[in-house]
């Protein structure tokens, strides 16, 4: 079966960085486009970042462009998203998922405070 695994999370100081990961299995993970999404306490689930199955053309909410990078090992079955300069307002519960099939892991939490 499909399984999504993050991890990665944790609490950092605003301009900080962290970098999640996302470990798939189940599926033929180099066939499918990957994408992180996050929810904030109150807030609907937005989408984050998403990348191709081939690891190119990614695309970023806009209020990530710029501090926010998406990547993926094929080889590894795992996609990342590099983290950096966060603010406290990217304090969320961050989610990988698969477009296809409406698949999702169970959540990192990543806070943002000092």
């Known amino acids: 079966q499909v399984q999504l695994v993050e991890s990665g999370g944790g609490l950092v100081q605003p301009g900080g960085s962290l970098r999640l990961s996302c470990a798939a299995s189940?599926?033929?993970?180099?066939?499918?486009?990957m994408s992180w999404y996050r929810q904030a306490p109150g807030q609907v689930r937005e989408l984050v970042a998403r990348i191709t199955a081939a690891g190119g053309m990614p695309n970023y909410a806009d209020s990530v462009k710029g501090r926010f990078t998406i990547s993926r090992d094929n080889a590894k079955n795992t996609v990342y998203l590099q983290m950096n300069s966060l603010k406290p307002e990217d304090t969320a519960v961050y989610y990988c998922?698969?477009?296809?099939?409406?698949?999702w892991g169970q959540g990192t939490q990543v806070t943002v405070s000092s």
């Open positions: 189940g599926f033929t993970f180099s066939s499918y486009p």
């Open positions: 998922a698969r477009s296809t099939g409406n698949y």
